[in-house]
T-cell receptor, first 114, second 115 residues
Framework: DAGVTQSPTHLIKTRGQQVTLRCSPKSGHDTVSWYQQALGQGPQFIFQYYEEEERQRGNFPDRFSGHQFPNYSSELNVNALLLGDSALYLC?????????????FGPGTRLTVT | GENVEQHPSTLSVQEGDSAVIKCTYSDSASNYFPWYKQELGKGPQLIIDIRSNVGEKKDQRIAVTLNKTAKHFSLHITETQPEDSAVYFCAASRMFSGGYNKLIFGAGTRLAVHP
């Protein structure tokens, strides 16, 4: 049973550029949440997608956007990159019809902005 | 706003000893409390969770307790082993019907188990 997968593993971008990160949920899961984890800190919730719509959002600017596809996979897009966007970006998947909606995380994408 | 405080930030124990990590949450409507273990270079791994209608839950060497009145919950690891060494995160959320579950994480505890 495949777990949550994310690509790419590592990414280096320059300030002002745009980036797209990808996530495939655990088999059977239909909900995808994205988190940002700065070095030495706990993950921070960015947003959650279900049925191809964003339905919860954390305290992140509009530069952060996402998308969910019919096969439940998801993308996170970040525009106009800042140095402070350097972090580990984690994707977590869950099943909307099964409380307590446990979230299972992927290995993350390490983004470095120079 | 929503906040989760976690203590201690680092914990060093001898193999075989017990380890306890404590968390306090601010949102009294929180009803779901998972714990995650994160090893170097990996994503967080769910190790145990508890809902607000339960006071304690055990799974082999790990247990979690919840005190809703005081708004704090704790992770207990008994008979620690070197492979328990990792960063542990607590989290809290308001779980709504339909899968709504926004996790608010603590800052993490780095546990080192020495042989």
């Amino acid at each position: 049973d495949a777990g949550v997968t994310q690509s790419p593993t590592h990414l280096i971008k320059t300030r002002g550029q745009q980036v797209t990160l990808r996530c495939s949920p655990k088999s059977g899961h239909d909900t995808v949440s994205w988190y940002q984890q700065a070095l030495g800190q706990g993950p921070q919730f960015i947003f959650q997608y279900y049925e191809e719509e964003e339905r919860q959002r954390g305290n992140f600017p509009d530069r952060f956007s996402g998308h969910q596809f019919p096969n439940y996979s998801s993308e996170l897009n970040v525009n106009a990159l800042l140095l402070g966007d350097s972090a580990l970006y984690l994707c977590a998947s869950s099943l909307a019809k099964r409380p307590p909606y446990e979230q299972y995380f992927g290995p993350g994408t390490r983004l470095t902005v120079t | 706003g929503e906040n989760v405080e976690q203590h201690p930030s680092t914990l060093s124990v001898q193999e075989g000893d017990s380890a306890v990590i404590k968390c306090t949450y601010s949102d009294s409507a929180s009803n779901y409390f998972p714990w995650y273990k994160q090893e170097l270079g990996k994503g967080p791994q769910l190790i145990i969770d508890i809902r607000s209608n339960v006071g304690e839950k055990k799974d082999q060497r790990i247990a979690v307790t919840l005190n809703k009145t005081a708004k704090h919950f704790s992770l207990h690891i008994t008979e620690t082993q070197p492979e328990d060494s990792a960063v542990y995160f607590c989290a809290a959320s308001r779980m709504f019907s339909g899968g709504y579950n926004k996790l608010i994480f603590g800052a993490g505890t780095r546990l080192a188990v020495h042989p």
